[in-house]
C-alpha cells in the first residue's frame, strides 16, 4: 500500500518537478585539468530526450555520445576533456525545439573552470590522526542569520526552538563566529552534518512530525542548503576555516535520498531505485557481506531495502546513477575545497560502487580522506569496511572507518566491572584485533555522536569516569572526533526521538542567557568549566606530541583494573593510566619496563606536576596522561 500512495505521490507532482524553460544540468559546472576527461552531463527539461542536441566547436572538448532515458524529460550527455582543454564557456544547440514554453533556451551554455592550484596545500588536504574533529549539527550549533531562519520558497516554513522536532535557525555564519571557540578548544576540522539542500516537508518519525533539521534528506545534491546559507555561504565557509589553517569534513549519503528530491518526483528511468522489495526495511545484517555462507537473497534484501520509507534507495550498480553521485563528490571537492569525506550507511551501499567513488576522489585528490559509517556488530564487520588483511573476496578500499567498536570499548571501560572481557578489558581486547586493518590510526575513534546517548548521561554523569573517556579519546591510535557540547557536559539520552540528544548549544543564539553561554567562561559552571579546560589542555598538548599523533602503541594486559598502555616513538613517550578499579594502587612499574626504561619521571600533561616514575601511585577511578621524562 505505502508503495502505490508513494507512485500516486510522483503522478501528482512530477510535473512540476522539471523545467519548462532553460535546461537543469547536472553537474552545474566542471575544471579543465582534470585526471579524469570523461564527463557525463545529465539534462532535465520538459520533452529534452525528443530534442537533437549538439555542442558547437570547442577546442579539446569531444560530444561522444548522447543516451535518452526512459523519461522523456532527461538525456545523457557523454564528453571528453582533454588535457589542452582551456577554460571557457561550451554552447550547446537544439535544431528541433519539442517544447513551445522553451522557445528562448535553443542554445545552453556549460561553464569549464581553471581547477585551485590551492588543493593539497591550504585545501583538499586530508584528516589524519594529527588532527581533533568537532561534529556539530549547523541547525542546533549557533545562529548567525536570523535572516535565513525560514526561507519562503520551501516546502517547511517553521522555525521554533521551542519544538525539539522543528529547525531552529543555526548556519555557517553561527559557526564561524564560534572559531575562536575551536582555537581554544584545540580543534582542527568541522565535521557537519550533511549541509546539502532538504527541501522536504514535516515528515513523519517515530511517532513525531520531524524536520530535516539533521541535514540527511537530499532534494537536490547540487543545492547547499539556503538555511544554513546557501551556495555561496559553504564557499566562503570553507575558504574561512582553511584561511585559519583548519579544515572541513562534509557528511555524504550515496544510499538513499528524500521522496521529495527532485529526480524521485520525476525518475529518470524505472531502475533509478531500487525498488525489489518496495519500501521495505534492509535487514541491517552486515555479516551478509564477508559471511562464506550467506545466501544471495539476504545480501540483496540488505542492499535493496530502504532506510525508512521516505528515503527512496538509490539503485548504485545502474551506470547513470553511479556516475551522478560520483560526479557529485568530486565536483563537491574541487568547489569548496572539502578535506574528508564522512559517508553515512556506508555498509547499505552497493561495494563496488563506493571503491568506485572512493578511487575517483583519491585520483583527482590523493590527499582528501573517506572514512565511512557503519554500526556494525563486531570488529571484523569494521574492518572488512576498509582496508584490511582479511581473507575476503571482495576488498574495499576506503581509507578508514567511524571506529564503533573502540567506542564501545571505551564505554566499556567507563561504566562497566572489571572480568575477563568487559571494563577496561574491553579496550585491550578491542585494540588487539587491530591487526585486521591495514591502516588503524586511519580509524575515527569517538565516545559519542548525533546517533547516540550522551556519554555524560551514559555514565551517571560521573566526572572521574568522563576523564577517563577524555584521555582515551585523545591518546589512542587513530582521529579523534568529539560531539558538540560533550566539551561542556551537555548530557541526555534518546527518548522516542534522536531529537532530545540534538539539542541547541547554549549561547548560540541571540536570546540565549549570557550566563548560560557555554561559548564563554562566565557561561560554564565550575564543572563545565573544568571539563572545558581538561579538553582543552590535552587536546593541544595532542597537537604537538609526535608520540600520539604519529607514534606507535604498546598495552599491557590489565591488571587489578589498572590499564596502561604506551604511545611512543624516538622522540617521546607517552603513558596513558587508568585504575578503574575501587582501591588506590602503586603499580609494580618493573612489569612496564619494555617502555619505562631509561625514564625517571613521569609529568602530567594536564597539570603540568612532575613527580618520580617509580613513586608514582593512581587513585581509585582515576586516569593520567604523563608524559616519561629522563
Known amino acids: 500500500m505505502r ?16 523545467s519548462n524553460g532553460a535546461p537543469n544540468i547536472y553537474p552545474t559546472n566542471w575544471w579543465v585539468g582534470m585526471k579524469n576527461p570523461n564527463l557525463q552531463l545529465m539534462i ?6 525528443n530534442e537533437k542536441i549538439s555542442m558547437l566547436p570547442y577546442t579539446g572538448v569531444k560530444l561522444v555520445k548522447q543516451t535518452k532515458a526512459e523519461n522523456s524529460n532527461y538525456i545523457f550527455l557523454d564528453i571528453t576533456i582533454s588535457a589542452i582543454t582551456k577554460p571557457g564557456t561550451l554552447k550547446f544547440r537544439i535544431d528541433n525545439l519539442q517544447s513551445p514554453e522553451a522557445v528562448s533556451y535553443k542554445t545552453f551554455d556549460f561553464e569549464l573552470r581553471q581547477r585551485s592550484n590551492q588543493n593539497g596545500k591550504t585545501r583538499a588536504l586530508g584528516v589524519t590522526a594529527k588532527d581533533f574533529i568537532y561534529l556539530l549539527i549547523p541547525d542546533r550549533f549557533a545562529n548567525g542569520d536570523p535572516s535565513n531562519d525560514i526561507i519562503n520558497d520551501y516546502r517547511d516554513k517553521t522555525s521554533d526552538r521551542k519544538d525539539k522536532f522543528s529547525r531552529h535557525g543555526g548556519d555557517f555564519k553561527g559557526i564561524e563566529n564560534q572559531l575562536e571557540y575551536f582555537n581554544q578548544l584545540g580543534v582542527s576540522t568541522l565535521w557537519l552534518t550533511p549541509v546539502i539542500e532538504n527541501d522536504m516537508p514535516l515528515m513523519n518519525e517515530w511517532g513525531n512530525k520531524v524536520a530535516g533539521y539533521h541535514g540527511y534528506w537530499f532534494t537536490d545534491h547540487y543545492a547547499v542548503d539556503k538555511r544554513f546559507g546557501g551556495n555561496e555561504g559553504y564557499k566562503q565557509f570553507c575558504n574561512t576555516l582553511h584561511s585559519k589553517g583548519m579544515k572541513v569534513i562534509q557528511d555524504a549519503v550515496y544510499n538513499h535520498v528524500g521522496n521529495h528530491h527532485w529526480f524521485v518526483l520525476d525518475p529518470p528511468m524505472k531502475s533509478w531505485f531500487n525498488t525489489s522489495q518496495g519500501d521495505m526495511a534492509p535487514n541491517h545484517r552486515e555479516e551478509v557481506f564477508y559471511d562464506p555462507y550467506a545466501s544471495q537473497s539476504d545480501k540483496k534484501a540488505m542492499l535493496d531495502g530502504w532506510f525508512v520509507p521516505h528515503l527512496p534507495d538509490l539503485n548504485q550498480q545502474n551506470p547513470f546513477v553511479a556516475n551522478f553521485l560520483i560526479q557529485h563528490a568530486v565536483w563537491t571537492t574541487e568547489e569548496y575545497g572539502i578535506d574528508g569525506w564522512r559517508v553515512d550507511t556506508y555498509k547499505y551501499c552497493d561495494e563496488q560502487f563506493m571503491n568506485n567513488v572512493n578511487s575517483a576522489l583519491e585520483k583527482e585528490f590523493p590527499f582528501v580522506t573517506v572514512f565511512g559509517e557503519s554500526w556494525v556488530n563486531s570488529t571484523v564487520a569494521n574492518a572488512y569496511f576498509t582496508r584490511n588483511n582479511i581473507a575476503s573476496p571482495f576488498k574495499h578500499n576506503a581509507k578508514g572507518m567511524l571506529d564503533f567498536q573502540v567506542c564501545f570499548g571505551m564505554l566499556a571501560g567507563m561504566n562497566e566491572k572489571l572480568d575477563w572481557l568487559t571494563g577496561v578489558n574491553k579496550i585491550y581486547t578491542t585494540l588487539t584485533q587491530d591487526v585486521l586493518y591495514k591502516e588503524p590510526m586511519n580509524n575515527c575513534i569517538f565516545l559519542d555522536n548525533h546517533d547516540m546517548d550522551r556519554v555524560f548521561s551514559v555514565i551517571d554523569e560521573d566526572w572521574k569516569k568522563m576523564k577517563m573517556g577524555f584521555n582515551w579519546l585523545l591518546t589512542l591510535r587513530g582521529i579523534p572526533q568529539i560531539y558538540y557540547g560533550t566539551e561542556v557536559l551537555m548530557k541526555n539520552k534518546k527518548v522516542n526521538t534522536d531529537a532530545t540528544v540534538r539539542e541547541d548549544f547554549p549561547g548560540g543564539w541571540a536570546d540565549d542567557k549570557e550566563k548560560e553561554n557555554r561559548f564563554t567562561r562566565q557561561g560554564r559552571n565550575d564543572k563545565q568549566e573544568e571539563a572545558f579546560d581538561y579538553v582543552s589542555r590535552l587536546a593541544n598538548f595532542r597537537k604537538s606530541s609526535s608520540a600520539i599523533t604519529s607514534g606507535k602503541t604498546m598495552q599491557f ?8 598502555y604506551f604511545r611512543y616513538d624516538t622522540k617521546q613517550t607517552v603513558m596513558v593510566i587508568t585504575n578503574s578499579g575501587d582501591k588506590d594502587i602503586n603499580p609494580d612499574w618493573s612489569i612496564y619496563q619494555e617502555r619505562t626504561k631509561g625514564f625517571t619521571q613521569a609529568r602530567n600533561v594536564v597539570t603540568g606536576k612532575t613527580k618520580p616514575l617509580n613513586t608514582l601511585s593512581i587513585e581509585a577511578k582515576e586516569s593520567l596522561v604523563l608524559e616519561l621524562l629522563k
Open 3 to 18: 508503495r502505490c500512495q508513494f507512485i500516486l505521490l510522483l503522478l501528482i507532482v512530477s510535473a512540476k518537478s522539471w
Open 44 to 49: 532535465h527539461r520538459d520533452r529534452v530526450a
Open 557 to 564: 594486559i590489565p591488571k587489578e583494573g589498572v590499564y596502561i
